[in-house]
C-alpha cells in the first residue's frame, strides 16, 4: 500500500472556507508530536527513508504509533510505502529503540486539523517552526490515478499543485538549522 501526499505552503482560512463549500466532513483536531529516529547502521537521511514515534492527543486520549517509511517512489509527488502500528505506550517503545541502538535525531511538532473529501484526507498542518501547510493525501495500490485525484482536489480548494513540496517536515526543519 502506498500513501500518496502532496503538500504545499497555504493560509489555512481560505481553504477551510473551501473544505466547509465542498461539504468535506471535518475529523476534527489533534497534537502531533513525532519524533523521529536514526538507525545505528545506515544514515535515513541517505537512503531517504524515516522511522518514527507518533503521540498523539486529541480531546480524549493520547495515542502512540510507529511508522516507518520507505524511500520516495516517484518524482511527481510525496508517494512511498508506509508501515504504521500503534503501540500502547510510547515512552516504554522509546526506550526499546535506544536499548536497540536507535538514537533521537530531531522532533516535529504540529496541530492538525483533518476534512475527508471523496477518499482523501485534507488536512490543515500548523508547524511548530515552519507555519501552515496543507497536506491531500489517500492510501492507494495505484500511484496515478490517486495523484491526478490529489491534484484535482489541491485546484478545487484553490491551491496550486505546482507549488508542491515534496520535503518532509522533518526535512524542511533540518534545513532551517543548517
Do not use: C
Request: net charge negative; glycine share 6%; proline share 4%.
Amino acid at each position: 500500500m502506498y500513501e500518496v501526499e502532496l503538500k504545499v505552503r497555504a493560509q489555512h482560512e481560505p481553504v477551510r472556507e473551501r473544505l466547509a463549500e465542498l461539504d468535506a466532513d471535518p475529523k476534527g483536531m489533534v497534537e502531533q508530536i513525532d519524533t523521529y529516529y536514526d538507525h545505528p547502521v545506515r544514515d535515513f537521511a541517505e537512503t531517504d527513508e524515516s522511522f518514527r514515534i507518533r503521540r498523539e492527543t486529541d480531546e480524549d486520549e493520547e495515542t502512540a504509533r510507529v511508522t516507518y517509511k520507505g524511500p520516495l517512489v516517484e518524482e511527481a509527488s510525496k508517494t512511498r510505502e508506509e508501515w504504521e502500528t500503534g503501540v500502547d505506550d510510547g515512552e516504554t517503545m522509546a526506550e526499546i529503540l535506544d536499548e536497540l541502538g536507535f538514537s533521537p535525531a530531531a522532533t516535529v511538532e504540529k496541530i492538525r486539523e483533518r476534512f475527508e473529501w471523496k477518499g482523501y484526507t485534507v488536512t490543515l498542518d500548523n508547524v511548530v517552526g515552519l507555519g501552515e501547510y496543507v497536506e491531500v493525501e489517500t492510501e492507494s495500490e495505484a500511484i496515478e490515478p490517486a495523484r491526478e485525484g490529489a491534484i484535482e482536489l489541491l485546484q478545487e480548494l484553490g491551491l496550486d499543485p505546482e507549488e508542491q513540496i515534496r520535503t518532509s517536515y522533518l526535512g524542511l526543519l533540518l534545513a532551517e538549522d543548517d
